[in-house]
C-alpha cells in the first residue's frame, strides 16, 4: 500500500516521492493502452461534436435567424429568443430523470438523429424564405418550431450526456487530465462555430450553413452508434472490459449481460435456500 512492496518487512521504508500526475500524459497520449485509447477517443468525440453540430450558433444567433426568418419586430424577436432559452431549461430538467431510466446510449442516439432531421428542417425552412420575395408563413412557423425543438432534443440528450459519459469513463487514475482533455476540445471547437457563424452563413447562405450542421450531425450519429458503449450501472471493471476494442465492444457487452443474469440467478438460489 502507498508505495510500499508486498515482500517489505522494514520497520522504516523510504517511499519515493511522486509527482501529482505523474506518467498520466504518457498513458493518455505516447503508450496508451486498447482502453485508454478507446476511451480517449469516445471522450474527445463525443465533446468535439457536441459542439460541432451548431447549438451555439442556434442559442447566440437566435435573434439573427428569427431576423432571416422573417421576423422583424423586436418584441416578438425577444419572444421567440427567450421561448429558446426556456426550452433549454424544462427540457435539461427532463434529461435528469430520463439519465438513469433510458441510459446514456439510446439518449444521445435518439438526440443526435433527432438533430439531423431537426437541422435539416432548418435549413429548408430558411432556404425557402431566403427564396422567396413574399412572406411564407407555414416556413416561418417551421423555422421557429425547429429551432425550439433543436434546442429541446439537444438538452436531453447531447448537451447533458457528454460532461456525465465522458468522466465516467475515464480510469480513476486518469480521470482529472482525461475530463480536462474534454472539456479543452468542448470549449476551442465552441468557440469556433460561435465565431465562424457569420462568416460561414455569409459564404454558403443561412440555409446552407444549417444544412452542413445537419450533415456533422449524421456523421456524430454514425460515430456514437459505432464507437460508444452504454455505460449506465457498469462498475469501474466492467468498464476495462467494455473499453478496447473500437467496433467490437459489443460481444463484451453480450457477455457482462449473461454474467450479469447467472450471477442474479444465482443470488436467488441462495436466498432461495
Known amino acids: 500500500a502507498a508505495g510500499i512492496p508486498e515482500d517489505c518487512t522494514d520497520d522504516i521504508v523510504q517511499v519515493q516521492k511522486q509527482t501529482h500526475g505523474e506518467g498520466v500524459w504518457k498513458e493518455l497520449f505516447l503508450h496508451p493502452t486498447p482502453v485508454v485509447r478507446h476511451v480517449l477517443i469516445c471522450a474527445i468525440g463525443i465533446h468535439f461534436f457536441q459542439q460541432a453540430i451548431g447549438l451555439d450558433s442556434v442559442v447566440l ?35 435528469t430523470f430520463l439519465l438513469d431510466k433510458m441510459g446514456r446510449r439510446p439518449l444521445l442516439l435518439i438526440s443526435s438523429g433527432g ?52 468522466t465516467e469513463i475515464f480510469p480513476l487514475r486518469l ?67 467494455l473499453f478496447g476494442k473500437l467496433v467490437g465492444w459489443r460481444d463484451e457487452a453480450q457477455k457482462l449481460k449473461r454474467e450479469r443474469k447467472m450471477n442474479e440467478a444465482n443470488h436467488q438460489i441462495q436466498l432461495g435456500n
Open 61 to 95: 444567433y437566435s435573434p439573427r435567424i428569427f431576423e432571416k426568418a422573417g421576423i422583424t419586430s423586436s418584441d416578438h424577436k425577444l419572444l421567440a429568443t427567450m421561448a429558446v432559452g426556456l426550452s433549454k431549461t424544462i427540457f435539461i430538467l427532463v434529461a
Open 115 to 166: 438533430m439531423v432531421v431537426i437541422l435539416a428542417t432548418l435549413g429548408f425552412s430558411l432556404t425557402i424564405i431566403g427564396h422567396s420575395d413574399n412572406k411564407i408563413t407555414w416556413a416561418v412557423g417551421l423555422c421557429i418550431t425547429m429551432v425550439l425543438s433543436s434546442v429541446a432534443v439537444f438538452s436531453i440528450g447531447m448537451g447533458p450526456i457528454a460532461w456525465v459519459y465522458s
Open 175 to 241: 480521470r482529472a487530465q482525461g475530463a480536462s482533455i474534454g472539456v479543452a476540445v468542448n470549449r476551442v471547437t465552441s468557440g469556433v462555430i460561435s465565431m465562424s457563424f457569420i462568416s460561414l452563413y455569409e459564404a454558403i447562405t443561412i440555409g446552407g450553413a444549417f444544412f452542413l450542421y445537419a450533415g456533422v450531425a449524421l456523421v456524430a450519429f454514425f460515430f456514437f452508434f459505432t464507437f460508444l458503449p452504454e455505460t449506465q450501472g457498469k462498475t469501474l471493471e466492467e468498464m476495462e472490459w
